[in-house]
């Protein structure tokens, strides 16, 4: 008896699967489907949600080519089959083709985009397909069709097409010059209107980016909101961050709404659809007693917006592929901190700036560099703090680098303590310590910046 094995072919993630099949005189048995053994092998966790069988009296009996807009696991229960698979998918491989005789003991798991057709070689032929999207006649409208007699494809049926039993829609489907071939799914990025967003729909080249008013976390039909099946990633760079007013009764509700609520409601989507799901998320999900924050430290938020924002974590990671980013003092493009600072220099204006709170900037560029390295280096799913590296600094000590940048003295910057800033003002509180340990992620190949160069390109800019 053969060990299971995986085999690849012609056709990018088209696998071949040879399966131990246990016999004796009452007929046999076989494993069609075991999660663990077949993808430590090398084939994808694609977790499927439906099993469809399909049986066929006669020898003969053909089904055209058809591209779906899923991945499928397919098996012979009894009896034997002529598979040919076309490659449909935009790329160089468009065109190509594999064709296999196969019985009970092989499997062919079918990526999306490509095309599938079976001929029996016998009687009585039943073939099972485990797919990871449920049928519907919306995803039909998608599929794309190739005429198997296409010479150009140059399938050599064992059964001549002209004495085979075939649907009048696979003998009149388009030849292969004729066919537009299946686009690849998307990355979506949430929240495009915020500086982590930019930074995303700027670096992901054809992603389809929406703004909170496009699509809305809070809302409770976000399941209809888009049509999640037309994409891989999800990046969610949409949050309520306004720290201080999530303290307020209508904040406090909004926080939740959107940072835990909404959060729950996209990681179930992305279970369902088996998306990989990117979340960005913050330092104030501590109390910034430790020093240094390391992705183990338990949660133990100070205020509203921490608060939401750990109940978010911790329903994001539900996800079988998901990633989490934990940063720290965002600066990108439009109003921030820099861009305050700056702008009180040049007006002559000489503030006063929290000098006991000590952490990292993270610029958006980088946030957005970090979260596509993750997914794009198949780095393990999990939690990564993210931030710039090197020194780290009071909101006080970046207030001097920026004055002095702008020509003005480093004395124009009046250090004061936070209790001393916040005296009279309702405010939420903040952790005290922002640092955070950058081991695991430099550990996945990626290179952070050091926060006092990346903060000189910055003002450079």
Known sequence: MADLTVEETDIPGLLVLHLPVHGDSRGWFKENWQREKMTALGLPDFGP??????????????????AEPWDKLVSVVTGRIFGAWVDLREGDSFGRSVTLEIGPETTVFVPRGVGNSYQTLADDTAYSYLVNAHWSAQARDSYVFVNPADPEVGIDWPIALEDAELSEADRHHPLLADVEPMAPRRALVL???????????????????????????ADADLEHAVDWTAYDVVYNAA??????????????????????????????????????????????VFDGTREVHDEDEPFSPLGVYGQSKAAGDALVATVPRHYVLRTSWVVGDGSNFIATMASLADRGVSPSVIDDQVGRLSF?????????????????PGTY??????????????????????GRDAADVTRVSAEEYTRGKQTAPRPRHSILALDKLQATGFRTRDLETALAVYLRQ
């Open 385 to 406: 703090n993210v931030s710039c590296s090197g020194r780290p600094m009071s909101w006080a000590d970046i207030a001097v680098v920026v004055f002095e940048a702008r």
């Open 364 to 380: 958006a560029d980088d946030l957005a560099r970090a979260a596509t390295h993750l997914v794009s280096s198949e780095a393990e």
């Open 239 to 284: 949050a309520y961050t306004a720290v201080d007013e999530a303290e307020t009764e209508d904040g406090r509700r909004r926080a939740w709404e959107v940072n835990t609520t909404g959060a729950g409601r996209l990681a179930a989507i992305a279970r369902r659809h088996g998306l990989t799901l990117v979340h960005f998320s913050t330092d104030y």
């Open 49 to 66: 949600v439906q099993n469809n069988v399909s049986f066929n009296d006669a020898a003969g009996v053909t089904r055209g080519v058809h």
């Open 191 to 217: 929240g495009a209107g915020g500086q982590v967003g930019q930074a995303l729909a700027a670096q992901l080249f054809g992603c389809h980016a929406v703004t909170r008013g496009e699509v809305d976390l």
